[in-house]
């Protein structure tokens, strides 16, 4: 049995792997876990700044139930995870990988104070903000029956359980929630499907990659460099882009290397062309990769139907804009971008990425 992120990505389309293979072959993987739902108590710090990547407790943290950590340990890759915070559920997500051993993150940190050496449990997710927050205590008629014996993450009158971090969320529970959010829940899992197709097609990849026999060991390395931006890939493109685009930020340091065609769907070849590529400052890559933007062979800016304008006014990004001549080969790999990545609904639509 496939778990939830492996359903999404089967239901978004296929993505080439180097060897042939796709995400296809993650269906017909047997024996894999029914996926988990789980419930996060999150604060108000993480909540509105930092809820977007990832979960993080300590291994032993006062008035905090042990239980919530070795749950940590316990979340696998595709299970959902409702995150709650300040008297509302905010958002859902889902696991990308399990978690790991790290130190406490600086962010999360106390005001004032470093992260010191606190060892703990660090868990990748990908969350999505609800429009509409759901409020247990207007609804505890309906979820007070179906709350958990031991580790409820909620008190009798729906406030949040302190001791309660992470803890399981049953079928019944999670039925209950589903229908209190009504659509929203529905709404998310698109959002879900795109970000964890795209995880899991990368990593399905570079899993593959690494278990060719037909490249060499340095060939592998520089594939899986290109992924992160790295190497021959990066060397290359900055032969031919020397500034981000729009905002014509010219120092490298700062400036993200994005293949055009996804690196997941690119061959060998593709992967590391610097003709695949662009120079581009976070914000503006954030928008490219997520098919916000995109540009015309003429070097016009597109802008997505689903990206707020607000955006283009507040990055100052202004309509029409140039952003000069592309060579060939780019506009090859520009047009791939245009018709697979650009304006797709389940990739364009507001998330926390």
Known sequence: MVNVAQKFAIKSGAYGTADGCGLAILASMDGQPEFQYWWVNQ????????????????????GVSSESAQNMTRVQRGDVIFAYSEAAVRGVGVALRGAVEAMRPQELAPAGKSAAAVQGWYL???????????????????LGPVLPAEQSPLRAKGARNPAVYLTPVSTAMAEVLRRLLAEQLEYVEAQIKAAAASELADDWVETSIRRRTDITPEEKQQLIRARRGLGIFRRSLEKIESACRLTGLLDRRHLRACHIKPWSVSDDQE??????GLLLSPHIA??????????????????SRHLNPAILTSWSLRMPMKVGVFQPRQRLYLDYHRREVFDQPEIGRRGWA
């Open 271 to 276: 992967k590391i062309d610097g003709c695949n």
């Open 286 to 303: 954030h928008l490219f990769v997520r098919g916000y933007i995109s540009f015309s062979d003429q070097g016009d800016l597109l802008a």
């Open 43 to 62: 604060s108000k710090a993480v909540a509105r700044g930092l809820m977007g990547d990832y979960l993080w407790t300590a291994r032993r943290e006062r």
């Open 124 to 142: 990748p997710v990908r969350f999505f903000e609800l429009a509409v927050p759901l409020s247990p205590r207007a609804h505890m008629d309906e």
